[in-house]
């Protein structure tokens, strides 16, 4: 993985980017500044902040860290994941295309075909692991490329470098959802990316008890219409949640660490397990990303997917009979979660080419002792088919 801009590490900036001792009281946690407005000395005359739906000194914390730790010049937080990702389709025209990954958050997907699709804007989901079938889709109108690598929930991985490279070379922007590698793994700026987004409701959050989202850039321009847009639009992160997301972050780096071993570890045992099918997951030699992902990342990530040989029927069983895995959507944080892509995070899609298979089970593998992960679902494995009907 490519060296940061910063002379400080990853783990110092985590830590302390954005984040100086409170200039007026010592302070050393930056303070939840829980208010909307600000005191002007004379008409115009701030302390930099002026309402909170423009600015707010946490808020600010957060977006100098997090565009830190992108090694990205602007960062913007968001109320979600959701409204980051908006605010860069906003950056669309009408009759402008996209193109998009073919196992897309189902969300993204959602945005684009019910909202932006709306508004004119046309996509087109292909195998961005493939940059034939990526340059074979190409339209005169595709202003933009939209991958999630590692992606959801098949774990698949685009080149980032490849795709920016094509891109450029047609007048395209390159958009990164970095929410499953997270900084620490994988900086897409400096692999040629144009945006990143995030849902800080994951990883860099980290604890489940908080929902924002967060753009990073490099481009000047591209920082600006962004800013405009979270200041037009409104859909900010309150000075609370800025707190949680900046509390989180501190301990990303040994938080992802442990999430890479333990994933590492539940892949080889479920790969060894005769009532599996297929396991997807990036660190594992015979996975089609493999080597990509050695590349440019620099640990495999905390999510695993698995099929059961048993069908929907044993994977929904699967899926009831965890005990130390909660049965819940969302991921990236410190307990473990496993959920059926098919009837939960990915029913959107259910009635579309992008339909996941129904044996699949996805695994946000978290911090416990591994050795209980293993056994929980060596036992929920051993659980017998649900009634399909
Ligand atoms: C959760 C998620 C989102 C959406 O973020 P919210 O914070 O839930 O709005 C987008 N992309 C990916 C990859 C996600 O996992």
């Given amino acids: 993985m490519p060296d940061e801009?910063?002379?400080?590490?990853?783990?110092?900036?985590?830590?302390?980017?954005?984040?100086?001792?409170?200039?007026?009281?010592?302070?050393?946690?930056?303070?939840?500044?829980?208010?909307?407005?600000?005191?002007?000395?004379?008409?115009?005359?701030?302390?930099?902040?002026?309402?909170?739906?423009?600015?707010?000194?946490?808020?600010?914390?957060?977006?100098?860290c997090l565009a830190a730790l992108e090694g990205a010049a602007h960062g913007r937080a968001f109320s979600s994941g959701m409204a980051a990702e908006d605010a860069i389709l906003r950056l669309l025209n009408p009759d402008d295309h996209v193109l998009i990954g073919?196992?897309?958050?189902?969300?993204?997907?959602?945005?684009?075909?019910?909202?932006?699709?709306?508004?004119?804007v046309h996509f087109t989901s292909v195998a961005l692991d493939d940059p034939a079938e990526v340059a074979a889709a190409w339209q005169p109108t595709t202003r933009m490329v939209w991958v999630e690598t590692p992606s959801n929930?098949?774990?698949?991985?685009?080149?980032?470098?490849?795709?920016?490279?094509?891109?450029?070379?047609?007048?395209?922007?390159?958009?990164?959802?970095?929410t499953f590698a997270t900084p620490y793994l994988q900086r897409p700026l400096l692999l040629g990316?144009?945006?990143?987004?995030?849902?800080?409701?994951?990883?860099?959050?980290?604890?489940?008890?908080?929902?924002?989202?967060?753009?990073?850039?490099?481009?000047?321009?591209v920082a600006?219409?962004?800013?405009?847009?979270?200041?037009a639009v409104g859909a900010v992160p309150g000075p609370?949640?800025?707190?949680?997301?900046?509390r989180g972050v501190k301990t990303l780096a040994v938080r992802m660490d442990r999430h890479c071993d333990n994933a590492s570890r539940v892949a080889h045992a479920l790969s060894a397990n005769p009532a599996v099918d297929r396991v997807y997951y990036p660190g594992l030699s015979g996975h089609s990303g493999h080597e990509t992902a050695r590349a440019q990342m620099r640990?495999?990530?905390?999510m695993v997917s698995f099929t059961v040989r048993g069908g929907e029927a044993h994977a929904l069983a699967v899926a009831a009979s965890t005990a130390v895995f909660t049965l819940a959507e969302s991921l990236g944080a410190v307990e473990s979660l496993i959920e059926h892509p098919r009837r939960m995070t990915h029913a959107s899609l259910s009635d579309s080419s992008l339909a996941v298979d129904p044996a699949l089970l996805r695994l946000s593998v978290g911090l416990e002792d591994v050795d209980d992960l293993v056994e929980d679902l060596e036992r929920a494995l051993r659980a017998p088919p649900v009634n399909l009907d």
């Fill in 5 to 64: 801009g910063s002379p400080l590490g990853f783990a110092t900036l985590a830590i302390h980017a954005g984040q100086p001792v409170d200039p007026s009281t010592g302070a050393v946690v930056t303070p939840i500044y829980q208010t909307s407005t600000y005191g002007q000395s004379s008409v115009g005359e701030t302390h930099g902040y002026e309402y909170s739906r423009t600015g707010n000194p946490t808020r600010t914390a957060l977006e100098t």
């Fill in 193 to 221: 990316a144009d945006v990143v987004v995030h849902s800080t409701t994951k990883y860099l959050g980290g604890h489940s008890d908080v929902v924002g989202g967060f753009v990073a850039t490099s481009d000047d321009e």
């Fill in 102 to 120: 073919n196992d897309v958050y189902g969300g993204t997907y959602r945005l684009l075909s019910q909202v932006h699709g709306r508004a004119g």
């Fill in 224 to 231: 600006e219409r962004i800013a405009f847009l979270q200041n």
């Fill in 240 to 246: 609370f949640d800025c707190f949680l997301v900046l």
């Fill in 153 to 178: 929930p098949l774990l698949r991985i685009a080149d980032i470098a490849v795709l920016a490279e094509l891109a450029h070379a047609r007048h395209a922007m390159l958009v990164v959802d970095n």
């Fill in 299 to 302: 640990g495999f990530g905390g």
